[in-house]
């Protein structure tokens, strides 16, 4: 029985399809999806050693060592984790950094136990690769309204509140102001561009097309708008917002 693959990833975003990333998590930490869970077939020491075993012995003996590896209560304890997130979560999809034998071995185990869930065609990669395409395809798609305004003036909260806007600083975990500032460690580059394909592709599903940014400038913290897009951005007009004093 053949069983499903998925590789619609415009669905996959504007859904929300919560994912079941199966990389170790020191690939998860790279980069990840914004509706993503790290849950690895893997840890990080185990994919080593599968990877030494198939440069030095090749793709049957790796394979063999993966099976021994995440084998008796070690597969269990990871077959209970998948099987509890779709408990909650019945449609879940999962995927692998390429949708290549990890994720084809954890959903035949899964189907084996009554869980029948979709495979991520091409895997992180294809998702990956389909968010930078969106990202350098947008320009002309949506008008960018920049919000500015003095710190403390409430350009946080109403962003907020607004439907068209893009909390740039939201998706940066980054707060620029003493009366928004976070203490949450800012995602990896890669995360961040993830985060905002998500959203400007979902704000665009949805037919909107003029979508408010914060005034920001190209940086935010560490991290920086892609250029493409940041140029784009930047260029919409400027709503100061003002608030009385007292």
Sequence with gaps: MALPLFDDYRALVTARIPLIDLRAPVEFARGAFPTA????????????????????????????????????????????????????????????????????????WLHEARYTIPRIKGGYKAIRRYLIEALETMEGRFRPLLLGGRTGSGKTLLLRELPRMIDLEGLAEHRGSAFGRKITPQPTQIAFEDALAFDLITQLEKGHRTLGFEDEGKNIGRLYIPENRANHIISGDLVILETPLG
């Design 37 to 108: 869970v790290n849950l690895p077939l893997m840890r990080d020491e185990e994919r080593e050693a599968v990877g030494i075993c198939y440069k030095e012995r090749g793709n049957e003996a790796a394979v063999r060592l993966g099976h021994a590896l995440v084998s008796g209560s070690v597969r269990e304890a990871r077959m209970q984790a998948w099987c509890d997130f779709i408990d909650v979560h019945p449609d879940a999809m999962l995927y692998c950094f390429r949708g290549g034998q990890r994720s084809r071995i954890t959903q035949e």
